[in-house]
């Protein structure tokens, strides 16, 4: 917006300066000779040469009133239905109403919804706005996580991840990639002329008053910017830990090392596998048990969702606040439990060990293959074996997997490699389900998904293994000795109800 105003006071400029120039020399042409000797053989000396200066005038005030008319229509594109609230960490947030109207089909026919978005997208520029629309009305009706719009040599994807999965809906011209991006960062507040960098934002969606939560990332290719779109119903989870999917006995024991008063609880899993949810359900777990006389703080990057209650504080590295900077500065805040969302790097890790044995609950997580391989990440990382037996009261491992569709699961014959992957006997006395597909889940089979745990509780036998530095391998065969449940036996109760089949579990577990 600003560079246009500077543009539209250039025009005005020049307008300007041409239109004295045409009244001044056409009026008394003698005063100025020295203007009107070097312009006469060019231009005044000409039949057409006035009107040559008066078309250049022209075009120069045509030029400025298309400039404040662009002006107004992006401040009317910004403003149209928008208003603006501030976040808690100082981001502006564009609070964004799609028309109710927008989508009033049955989410159960893809090639409708296809059909519609073929149809908006050859309207052109013109039918941006209502194809954005309804790009976002359909993925919130769909449950959609991620919309990935992707550009390409000659036209442009629009991809759904819907249950962990991604799928085309639909492809159009890459003309129109520039106007679609264009109005997805006015709606996060976000430059539209800087394009060669990448840029995140924030939106706050209302579909028939209920409220959604919007990341947004753009970042330039080889085609064009890529966006990617994140979204979160603002109520959709109630964080409650009995609901993520764990096992009795699983729940039991982690349950526990929350209401302890120090230690390091640590997660891990890949991304993707609801590592932030579990760590948002323990959090309220703790509010709900002692959260009247516990201060909690976390740090976030960046923060998915706000928790009542709770001092979240989100990463902000052009102004120095990394992981470990802002642990430094909570445990200046008297915590008594910290949430750090992911140990990155030696420094973290060391002041996350350290405060688990300095009267401090840190709940964290990790990237590693399985909840034994995160002593073998840590010791590499540089931490001390010692500390580790000392601090960690335990690891959670997840994984997500779908869900058979409740309106066509039927029973199934699982292949030969899945059974042996997973260790099922042939003569198993299991009725295998398994979704066939259905307008009710896209003809995928799946609908929604579970999470699979597994957690190793730190025993004193676990704890000298730790020091000694034993293999993983050893590791997970001295857990299972102490009771631990593996994430595939913890799919195998899913079989065995039948709201997942094998080949799934396989695919996650095996």
């Known amino acids: 917006m600003a560079n246009r105003a500077k543009v539209a006071w250039l025009y005005l ?24 000797s070097s312009l006469s053989m060019s231009i005044l000396d000409s039949p057409m040469g006035l009107m040559s200066m008066i078309l250049i005038l022209f075009l120069l005030v045509a030029a400025f009133f298309s400039t404040l008319l662009q002006m107004g229509r992006d401040k009317r594109i910004a403003k149209r239905k928008t208003s603006e609230s501030i976040d808690k960490v100082g981001k502006t947030i564009r609070i964004y109403d ?56 000659s036209e442009v994807a629009l991809k759904y991840r819907i249950d962990g999965a991604l799928q085309t809906m639909v492809t159009f011209p890459s003309q129109l990639l520039d106007r679609l991006v264009s109005r997805i960062r006015i709606l996060a507040n976000l430059s539209t002329y800087e394009k060669g960098k990448p840029q995140d934002g924030r939106i706050n969606l209302c579909l028939k008053g209920r409220h959604y939560d919007v990341r947004l990332s753009t970042i330039p290719t080889l085609h064009g910017d890529k966006a990617v779109i994140r979204l979160f119903e603002s109520h959709e989870h109630d964080f409650d830990l009995r609901n993520l999917g764990m096992l009795p006995e699983i729940y039991e024991v982690f349950s ?56 979240q504080t989100q990463v902000d590295l ?77 690891v959670l491992a997840q994984r997500l997997v779908r869900l058979n569709c409740n309106v066509c699961a039927k029973a199934s014959v699982p292949s030969l490699k899945s059974l042996k992957s997973l260790n099922i006997p042939l003569n198993a006395d299991i009725k295998f389900m398994k979704g066939e597909g259905c307008e009710n889940c896209w003809y995928k089979g799946y609908s929604g998904r579970v999470g699979i ?27 299972r000795n102490q009771g631990l449940i593996p ?24």
Not at 332 to 354: K, L, S
Request: net charge negative; proline share 5%; glycine share 10%.
């Open 318 to 394: 052009k102004h120095g606040l990394s992981f470990a900077a802002g642990l430094r500065s909570l445990l200046r805040q008297d915590p008594d439990v910290i949430m750090v969302g992911e140990i990155r790097d030696r420094e973290t890790a060391e002041i996350c060990i350290q405060a688990g044995l300095t009267g401090h609950l840190i709940i964290s997580s990790i990237h590693a293959i399985n909840s034994a391989g995160v002593f073998n990440r840590l010791i590499e990382m540089g931490i001390e074996p010692f500390l580790l037996a000392s601090s960690v009261t335990g």
């Open 98 to 153: 799609i028309p109710s109207g927008t989508i009033s089909f049955s989410p159960s026919r893809p090639s409708e919804i296809s059909s519609r978005m073929s149809m908006l997208a050859r309207r052109g520029e013109t039918g941006i706005v209502e194809f954005l629309d309804y790009i976002m009305a359909a993925a919130l009706k769909l449950r959609v996580s991620d919309v990935h719009i992707e550009p390409g040599m």
């Open 487 to 510: 994430l595939r036996d913890a799919g195998l109760e899913f079989i065995r109800r039948g709201i997942v089949d094998v080949d799934e579990l396989a695919r996650v577990a095996g």
């Open 256 to 311: 526990g090392m929350l209401v302890k008063p120090q230690g390091t609880v640590l997660l891990t899993g890949p991304t993707g596998s609801g590592k932030t949810t579990t760590m948002y359900s323990a959090v309220r777990f703790i509010l709900e048990h002692v959260g009247s006389t516990t201060n909690i703080v976390t740090i976030e990057d960046p923060i998915e969702r706000e928790i009542p209650g709770v001092n």
């Open 453 to 479: 745990f597994e957690i190793l509780e730190v025993t004193p036998p676990i704890k000298q293994a730790i020091v000694q530095k034993v293999e993983t391998s050893e590791l997970i065969s001295l857990a």
């Open 13 to 36: 400029i020049l307008s300007g300066f041409v239109l004295g120039l045409i009244l001044i020399i056409s009026n008394n042409p003698r005063q100025f000779k020295w203007l009107y």
